[in-house]
């Protein structure tokens, strides 16, 4: 009787000894893992039309003892057990003509498919809203405020032409102004703004064609160009999202910031200036003028987003083909070279950061200096003194401080508007006083002033101008100004 099992040979005296057929197998095996080599370990490639099946791979022809070896269930490699398989083996023939099991195909994704710590994972397109400050989102979306990129278009408008930037269009508004409208004005029918109030997503564009259209403006105008607001009547609050008519004054009104640009080829007049409706809503308005062409462009509330695009209307802006309206039939025509810096404006009496309280019985002295410093003599030159709205006013639809301003003419006092309020009755205040002014020469008028108990406390502006003769009707003509301020204590 024949062991059942063949006996060991060999060993290294660390275990059992290997068998012919386990040394076959074990050859077979290594020389199988000898072509492994780097290449073939690198990732299959994407899928293109559809999913590759790998190459079936073949095993290596055995011997049928191999089989019958693979059978016990026990195999070692240099005497030690790494497998124990209770299952007998399929006949040895299949071994040699079957294929071994097809592996699952390796799918490497495409990069557009590979994850990312920033990839939404709800499906949704993410939307990305505007900025706190009025900066535009990294991304675009509906809701995006970046300006749109590609050229500009030309417009024409009364005779003065000029660019409409990309993604903005325009809205006549009436016969002499046209609303040049931002891509960020809101388009739903859910908003309370329309597009005929323009302010706060769009830019005015207003041109005047003949004396009477400028005579009676109401706005834009030269006066406007001059006051502390830009305003002569009742103001707006245009906040950017939320524009809205305040139940009173502003809350606080900047000095005005004026320039000199140059605008399509001629010196022109820009006004600037910051007013809070209340705390928490500011906005900046912008005002340029060619008072001789009588053309303007304005813009209250304005996102920064947009301040390029604005620019460039103003850049753009060709009056070649517009015929200046000229002086209306009540206005006289300007002295030749005289213009809001013809006259310089000094005062005394008012001391930065000086206090003065309702409670005080003594009036406050203003000695105020006109000096020509052009070269053209004035004829008439009318003085004017008056105080603009602050946080202090009375509230009231007409905002007015309440005190008391008088003028002094000869050895006595005259008493003049103390605030413009909504009309230019206060313009016609120094027509009485008007004096002279030869090229060099100054003249110096006193006023005194007076705070009521009804004014409460802040910083109150003063303002002090120098205007050509002025009867109550067409713009008023303003050569020289000065702005003080006054803080109004209790």
Known sequence: MTDKFPRRIGGDGDGPAETPTE???????????????A????????PKSRIRRLRPVYAVTVPLGLAAAMALGVLTFHGEPVAHDQTPPPPAASLTTSPSPTAEPIVTPTPSATPTATDTTTGEPETDLPLADGAPSSSASATNTAPPVGPATSYSFRGVKFKVPAGWKTVPLDAST???????????????WSQDECEPYGVYVTVYNTPDESAHAIWPTMGDMASSSGWSHQPSCPIWGHPYIPTGPYSSVSPAVRTRPTIAGKTGDKTQWKATCKPGDSFTSQMWALSSDQVYVAASGLKDDYQAGLQTI????????????????SEAPDPPAVNRDTVAVTYSGILPGGMVSVKDPLP???????RNTGTVNLPAVQPLVFTDPYPGTPNSPIPMNVGTL??????TWTKVSMSPGSGMDYATA??????????????????????????GPGIMPIRMQATLPYDGSGPLTVIGEKIAFENIVR
């Open 23 to 37: 040394r076959l197998l074990r050859e077979a095996m290594g020389a199988r893992a000898a072509l492994v080599t």
């Open 39 to 46: 290449n073939s370990l690198r990732p299959a490639a994407p």
């Open 178 to 192: 046209v609303c040049v409208l931002s891509p960020g004005a809101p388009t739903d029918s859910s908003s309370n």
């Open 314 to 329: 103003v850049n753009s802006l060709d009056v070649s083909g517009h015929k200046a309206p000229g002086p209306a039939p």
């Open 364 to 370: 406050v002295s203003i000695v105020v200096t006109y």
């Open 406 to 411: 008088e003028r002094q003419d000869g050895g």
């Open 430 to 455: 120094g027509k009485a006083a008007a004096f002279p002014l030869a090229p060099g020469a100054s003249h110096t008028v006193m006023y005194r002033m007076s705070v009521d108990p009804a004014d």
